[in-house]
């Protein structure tokens, strides 16, 4: 058996990192680990021996690899399915659109499918990953608010069941790592304290609580907020809501879909002024349709049109996800909301690795982190993706 560690070079890439950005640096990666990063006039050419893989960048960005902690499918493919087949399709697909970790997530559904899902992943993850790494689970729902259901499927919605989560977390320890719930449910306090007690991320979504409740939950543990904005009560000047509790509590990392759909510019731009301490992430909320273009699709067992990219429920109102890629969403931040490639980076890399407390390992380009890298041109198109070092797209 070849145990050889491959070794690679990156030379001439524009280097972002978490404190500054290095114009015409390089990045030496051995295995699946970055070993050594440094401008060029600091290049050992030791190393140049050392390589069997050396890239001239040419001037391109050098960027951690995306983290999409909130995607439900992509390219026909759905995490519901429960399926390896699926799991492999939409790793593959997110993975060439530049996300290297991602947290399977789910749809309101029947208990019983849900655990499909867990066991699906639970297995794939079991096995090597040759696409974007599935970190985990994001249980979205069934504990919400049957007032703000957006497309979740208003059939299988239920109060907070303390003992599934008992049971699936005995059954696969450290496989959920996301749960998004409406706080303001009975039941609900007692489960957020025990989750976060677990190490689980817990998060307020399709939700008609108060600012009070928001504020109490977090008390209790809640960290978290899905597709900012949507979903959940809006800002008012005499009841904040749900929206004024994630603006004002620090302790709320936000997540948001810059699609151009789901949240006005002006609002992303109130997000980046509020959330400052690495408390805003970049997702798509993706669905299957991601990838295939318009038509008719189905999503929680819910019917779904896709029209010049927007999908909705057959209303034609309610947004049903997106089908956005990372690297969509990263272009709309830069050429629309005109944030920095570094500012953008943060949230689409090492905010989210920070949220699932995965910073150390990921998400930022450092030596001694995992080799997650996307040489990106300058119009900001993926040109290559590497995943533990090793090339998905090239």
Do not use: C
């Given at each position: 058996m070849n145990s050889r560690i491959k070794t690679t070079l990156i030379h001439h890439a524009?280097?972002?990192?978490?404190?500054?950005?290095?114009a015409?640096?390089?990045?030496?990666?051995?295995?699946?680990?970055?070993?050594?990063?440094?401008?060029?006039?600091?290049?050992d050419p030791q190393l140049l021996q050392l390589a069997e893989e050396i890239i001239d960048a040419g001037g391109f960005w050098l960027l951690p690899g995306f983290i999409d902690v909130h995607v439900h499918g992509g390219d026909g493919?759905?995490?519901?399915?429960?399926?390896?087949e699926a799991l492999e399709g939409i790793t593959r697909f997110h993975g060439s659109h530049g996300t290297t970790t991602m947290l399977a997530t789910t749809t309101t559904a029947p208990q019983e499918e849900l655990a499909k899902v867990l066991q699906s992943v639970h297995s794939f993850r079991n096995k090597q990953m040759p696409y974007a790494q599935l970190e985990?689970?994001?249980?979205?729902?069934?504990?919400?608010?049957?007032?703000?259901?957006?497309?979740?499927?208003?059939?299988?919605?239920?109060?907070?069941?303390?003992?599934?989560?008992?049971?699936?977390?005995?059954?696969y320890p450290g496989l959920i790592r996301l749960l998004t719930l409406a706080p303001e449910r009975e039941g609900a306090l007692?489960?957020?304290?025990k989750l976060s007690g677990q190490g689980i991320v817990v998060a307020c979504g399709h939700t008609d609580a108060t600012y009070a409740q928001i504020r109490e939950a977090v008390r209790h543990g809640l960290r978290h907020a899905v597709h900012t904005f949507n979903a959940m009560k809006g800002l008012h000047h005499r009841e904040p809501g749900v929206v004024g509790a994630v603006l004002t509590e620090d302790a709320i990392g936000a997540e948001m879909i810059a699609d151009g759909r789901h949240i006005h510019p002006a609002c992303i731009?109130?997000?980046?002024?509020?959330?400052?301490?690495?408390?805003?992430?970049?997702v798509t909320d993706a669905i299957s349709a991601a990838g295939l273009g318009d038509g008719d699709y189905r999503f929680g067992g819910l019917e779904v049109t896709v029209r010049n990219g927007?999908?909705?429920?057959?209303?034609?109102?309610?947004?049903?996800?997106?089908?956005?890629t990372m690297i969509d969403a990263f272009r709309f931040m830069v050429n629309t909301i005109g944030a920095s490639v570094p500012e953008v980076s943060r949230m689409a890399s090492h905010n989210p690795a920070k949220a699932l407390g995965i910073a150390d390992r990921t998400g930022s380009i450092a030596p001694g982190k995992q080799a997650d890298l996307l040489l990106v041109s300058p119009e900001l198109s993926i040109d290559k993706v590497w995943v533990k070092g090793s090339l998905v797209l090239f």
């Open positions: 524009n280097i972002v990192t978490l404190d500054r950005v290095l015409q640096g390089y990045a030496f990666l051995q295995g699946d680990i970055i070993q050594e990063t440094g401008p060029m006039q600091e290049l493919h759905d995490f519901m399915d429960a399926s390896a985990g689970v994001h249980l979205e729902g069934p504990f919400i608010s049957p007032a703000y259901p957006g497309a979740q499927n208003p059939a299988y919605i239920v109060a907070p069941r303390q003992q599934w989560i008992d049971d699936w977390t005995r059954q007692p489960l957020i304290e731009r109130l997000l980046m002024q509020v959330k400052r301490n690495d408390n805003l992430m970049l927007a999908a909705t429920l057959k209303d034609g109102r309610t947004l049903a996800g997106s089908t956005l």
